[in-house]
């Protein structure tokens, strides 16, 4: 067990007793409250993907920039044009890079599976994700017209098939790196405890809490980590202020821009529901910052 | 005289894992009693602490037995009794292992008090629990006591003990030190699941999990992880023994 799984208990442990006094949250405050600490820690860990490109590749700024956000706009109108598409393609994009970012601390360049190893683990996070929660899913994508189209996602044979095969696989290859004495018992049984531990952190909090604590515990915190002692190991007169002045220029940037849109879409000068547009600004800024963050991790 | 011999269910699984309980430990601390003589003197104390551990836990699992078989209610009395000598005892194994890499006596303290701290805290949550279950109560008490137990698993897992068994010379320590942590890690986590379970308790009233249930995880756990840490420790003393 590493700090971050600690800290991961600690909120569990936190949310079990919140849970035992007040019997749940309502799903105004889940939203708020998760969309705030989705924002206060999900932009920040994708605002230095410049700087550690840079790091790793020798490209002209422009040229960045210019595929960077050329990224951005064609999932964009990807989303315009072919929704249901973009949705698919978001979340496997997601998985691949919940996976990548989950087996960065261990050296993986030498087992040929890592990359379907990334897939299947993020693949299984989401469908776990879904399967706990269908019915919870159910209700809020009929909420608005514009996200009905996403049921084919909680078609309930697909989610049980998908939920069974990928958490075999995934754990069938989590052994297989044992196998292969690229990790050892020790990690193997930390992969697992984790593992499980999302799966009940799934089973017992509704949608909008467990994907929270996931994705702010386990990936946010945990790449901002990595990010960190990546500087901290190139300066040692590197510290918390000068990372936070680091991150700061690019997350202000964003909140700027998806404040923007939300206006838009609450006086509905732009025809998409609150939930599609945060889908939207999600996903378009996944894609380059999951790619930047592949050349980081695989060009070590 | 028959008529005294109470019946017992074949579906009675608490009932049953407080027999297979009580026989377990009471084996497992003849066992770490006379393996005492197979080890170097320095494991000696060690593996004294195993036994003691096990040995007062078949004699409580012995009244537990009982209590339940005649009454049919959780024998909570009890069981706090036994943790309160035996969980101590368990954080006096990480001690008396990481000695050899130079810990003091401030640290069995500190893990002494952190793990009776968490057991009078969970006594008084439990057992002082008004009729019908009050949430407040449980959820104060329960807070105080997980305190205790994030502690003790900071401490093992990236805090001093860690620290320490990262520090000794020995292999068989270091591995032995991170076999313990996994006991609290997940053996100990086992508790908090019963203590949720009884009236009042989320998984009660959430998830309907009865109260009836307490005692099975109880003994399940407390099975796994004495018998289980004594057992580790054993391995550690054999080894290291054998050098």
């Known amino acids: 067990m590493n700090s971050i799984t600690f800290i991961f208990l600690v909120c569990l442990y936190a949310l079990f007793f919140i849970y035992e006094a007040i019997g749940g949250i309502k799903i105004e405050n889940q939203i708020f409250y998760c969309s705030m600490l989705i924002i206060a820690f999900g932009i920040p860990h994708g605002a230095l993907d410049h700087i550690l490109f840079f790091k790793k590749r020798n490209t002209s700024q422009v040229k960045f920039y210019s595929i ?9 109108l990807l989303w315009i044009y072919y929704p249901t598409l973009s949705l698919t393609l978001f979340l496997i994009i997601s998985a691949f890079h919940f996976g990548e970012s989950q087996f960065e601390d261990i050296d993986i360049k030498k087992y040929s599976n890592s990359l379907l190893l990334y897939l299947v683990w993020g693949l299984s996070l989401l469908i776990n994700l879904i399967f706990y929660n269908v019915d919870e899913l159910n209700v809020l994508t009929t909420l608005f017209k514009d996200t009905e189209p996403f049921y084919y996602l909680y078609n309930h044979k697909f989610v049980t098939y998908g939920f069974i095969s990928f958490n075999l696989v995934a754990i069938g290859l989590l052994f297989n790196l044992l196998h292969n004495k690229i990790i050892n018992w ?16 799934f ?36 510290n918390l202020f ?26 509905d000068i732009i025809s998409v529901s609150i939930p599609l547009l945060s889908l939207i600004i999600i996903s378009a800024i996944t894609l380059p910052h999951a790619i930047v963050m592949h050349i980081f991790y695989h060009e070590k | 005289m028959l008529l005294d011999i109470t019946t017992m269910a074949p579906d009675d699984y608490v009932g049953f894992t407080f027999f297979i309980g009580y026989m377990a430990m009471a084996a497992a601390a003849v066992f770490f009693f006379i393996e005492r003589g197979s080890v170097d003197p320095k494991w000696k ?12 836990a078949a004699v409580h699992y012995f009244y537990m037995r009982d209590y339940y078989l005649a009454t049919g209610d959780n024998p909570t009395f009890f069981r706090y009794v036994d943790w309160t000598l035996t ?35 969970g006594y008084i949550g439990e057992a002082f629990n008004p009729a019908g279950g009050s949430t407040s109560h449980s959820v104060t008490w329960g807070v105080l006591s997980t305190l205790g137990y994030l502690y ?38 086992i508790y908090p ?51």
């Open chain 2, 193 to 243: 699941i019963g203590y949720m379970c009884m009236d009042g308790g989320w998984l009660n009233s959430a998830l309907g999990w009865s109260s009836q249930n307490v005692d099975l995880w109880y003994n399940i756990a407390d099975a796994i992880n004495k018998i289980g840490f004594g057992l580790v420790v054993y391995n550690i003393a054999i080894t290291e023994s054998k050098k």
């Open chain 1, 186 to 201: 020790n990690k193997l049984l930390s992969e697992l405890f984790l593992f499980g531990l999302i799966h009940l952190t």
């Open chain 2, 87 to 121: 969980v101590p005892l368990m954080c006096v194994e990480f001690y008396l292992l990481t000695k050899v890499a130079g810990a003091r006596k401030s640290l069995l303290w500190k893990l002494i008090f952190a793990s009776t701290w968490m057991l009078v805290c």
């Open chain 2, 45 to 56: 104390m060690s593996l004294l602490v195993s036994g003691l551990i096990t040995g007062i």
């Open chain 1, 203 to 238: 089973f017992l909090f509704p949608f909008i809490i467990g994907f929270t604590l996931y994705f702010v515990i386990l990936h946010s915190i945990r790449v901002m980590k990595y990010e960190y002692d990546f500087f901290k190991k190139e300066s040692n007169n590197f």
């Open chain 1, 68 to 76: 960077y956000l050329g990224l951005v706009l064609f999932f964009i």
């Open chain 2, 152 to 189: 003790i698993l900071h401490s093992v897992w990236m805090g001093e003990v860690a620290k320490l068994a990262d520090e000794s010379k020995s292999d068989v320590v270091k591995k032995g030190v991170r076999t313990l942590a996994w006991f609290v890690l997940v053996g100990w986590a």
């Open chain 1, 242 to 267: 000068v990372f936070v002045k680091l991150v700061t220029p690019y997350t202000l940037l964003s909140l700027f821009f998806s404040g923007f849109l939300f206006i838009l879409s609450s006086k």
